[in-house]
């Protein structure tokens, strides 16, 4: 079965520093996401991504991230300078889009650890 | 903004046991997900909901979608070993067009005694 892949596993950065988060979608989907989840908590939609531009995004979202999908495969999650409370799993997830009552799959997450 | 109340938090039980967990919300949404997750892994999908008054079954699991469209239910009938982990509800609110982001609950942690 087709499945949503992120790399790296386990990320380790300097507060301060840039990081970026990499995924492939499954290959027929249309809408791809990324959730947060910090350590004991539930897991936080970050932004939506369709057509090239954000969908919709949070509150957390802010101008310390940004989304690219570089080429027709991947989609990133970059985090321009590091902040201590970015410490969380994030997650990616894709569907094939609306209409469909397909359910978003999700990846298996990137641990992310700011020192 | 859209909160989904997950209970219980955590459930201690036997193994055969059943077990018995909800989501509930004062919004509205579309489609209710179930998902499990195991310890260093994402979300997998165990049951979709898409129609109020929905009862769906995925072997020893059922869910409900409730038919105010503010509520689910999971159930797991003889719980074994592997059933261990955490457990959260998902909904997608009620827009017309766009990517429908989920909207998670807190979780439920299973732990089952053998």
């Known amino acids: 079965e087709p499945e949503v892949t992120q790399t790296p596993s386990h990320q380790v950065t300097q507060m301060g520093q840039e990081v970026i988060l990499r995924c492939v979608p499954i290959?027929?989907?249309?809408?791809f996401y990324w959730y947060r989840q910090i350590l004991g908590q539930k897991v936080e939609f970050l932004v939506s991504?369709?057509?090239?531009?954000?969908?919709?995004k949070s509150e957390i979202f802010d101008d310390q991230f940004s989304v690219e999908r570089p080429d027709g495969s991947n989609f990133t999650l970059k985090i321009r300078s590091t902040k201590l409370e970015d410490s969380a799993m994030y997650f990616c997830?894709?569907?094939?889009?609306?209409?469909?009552?397909?359910?978003?799959?999700f990846g298996d997450g990137t641990r992310l650890s700011i020192l | 903004g859209q909160q989904l109340n997950q209970s219980p938090q955590s459930m201690f039980i036997q193994e055969g046991e059943d077990v018995s967990m909800n989501c509930t919300s004062s919004s509205i949404f579309n489609t209710w997900l179930w998902y499990k997750q195991d310890p260093g892994e994402g979300p997998v999908l165990l049951i979709a909901?898409?129609?109020?008054?929905e009862l769906t079954s995925n072997g020893r699991l059922t869910a409900q979608f409730g038919i105010t469209r503010k509520d689910s239910f999971l159930n797991i009938s003889a719980s074994i070993p592997s059933d261990v982990g955490i457990y959260f509800c998902?909904?997608?609110?009620?827009?017309?067009?766009?990517?429908?982001?989920?909207?998670f609950g807190q979780g439920t942690r299973l732990t089952i005694n053998p």
């Open positions: 290959s027929n989907h249309l809408y």
């Open positions: 991504f369709y057509n090239n531009e954000i969908s919709e």
């Open positions: 909901l898409y129609k109020a008054g």
């Open positions: 997830a894709s569907d094939p889009g609306q209409g469909a009552n397909q359910p978003q799959h």
């Open positions: 998902a909904g997608q609110p009620l827009i017309i067009q766009g990517a429908q982001k989920l909207v």
